[in-house]
């Protein structure tokens, strides 16, 4: 079965403002995230994809425009089952007025009981994410072979999930799990079992510098910032 690679979104205006983002339309890359996406065809450039499948949110639109225009022969398609977590009423919000919400602690200790006022459950969104990866499997497999290989540009929390999924974690372990702006992770699926191969790879390791304010012990709800 094919190899996915899942990018996550390069740094947007919302990481660095401290929002959670979710489905509030017109958050764009910032100009570290613009950066990170002009780099994303260098860093791919080995790679034979198949198919690029992306979220319809603007920021991964923005992230896979670079390796579009690298990649002329590739006609991306737009899944809304890869689309950031439906945060409802608190889509938008800062994440410092969230933190101190009881559903904040459901979400970072509990997650597959945590359902977001007016959105989705943490369930939902890695169900939808997981369903939509084994139809492109499929698809992909059919159509360019078992040994190929094909990209999701996505989000943090969703690519989480879908590694939680890929090792057989409990969704409550997912918060375990980090995966930085413009982070490559790749899964190789089979027939019996998937292998992650690579895991929030970006080739710096500027984010493992200790920090003056060491970051916390929670994770960052939809992924965080980054490396400053």
């Known amino acids: 079965m094919p190899t996915l690679i899942l990018v996550r979104h390069g740094r947007s205006t919302a990481n660095t403002e401290g929002l959670l983002a979710g489905w509030t339309p017109g958050v764009a890359l910032d100009e570290r995230g613009a950066a990170q996406a002009a780099a994303l065809p260098g860093r791919l450039a080995e790679l034979p994809l198949a198919e690029i499948v992306t979220s319809p949110l603007q920021r991964c639109q923005e992230t896979i425009r670079p390796l579009l225009q690298a990649r002329p022969d590739l006609t991306p398609h737009t899944d809304e089952r890869i689309g950031e977590c439906h945060y409802g009423d608190w889509s938008g919000r800062k994440l410092d007025e969230l933190k101190d919400q009881p559903l904040m602690e459901v979400v970072q200790a509990h997650p597959s009981a ?113 490396a400053p």
């Open 114 to 226: 945590a359902a977001f006022p007016g959105g989705e459950s943490m369930r939902a969104m890695q169900t939808r994410a997981a369903e939509a990866v084994r139809e492109w499997n499929a698809r992909v497999e059919r159509d360019h072979g078992a040994d190929a290989v094909y990209l999701m540009c996505s989000h943090g929390d969703i690519i989480k999930s879908l590694v939680a999924d890929a090792l057989g974690l409990h969704l409550d372990l997912f918060q375990r799990i980090s995966v930085e702006p413009c982070s490559i992770t790749a899964i190789r699926y089979t027939r019996l079992r998937p292998f992650l191969v690579r895991l929030g790879d970006t080739g710096d390791f500027t984010s493992l510098v200790p920090r003056e304010e060491p970051p916390g012990d929670e994770a960052p709800v939809g992924g965080g910032a980054g």
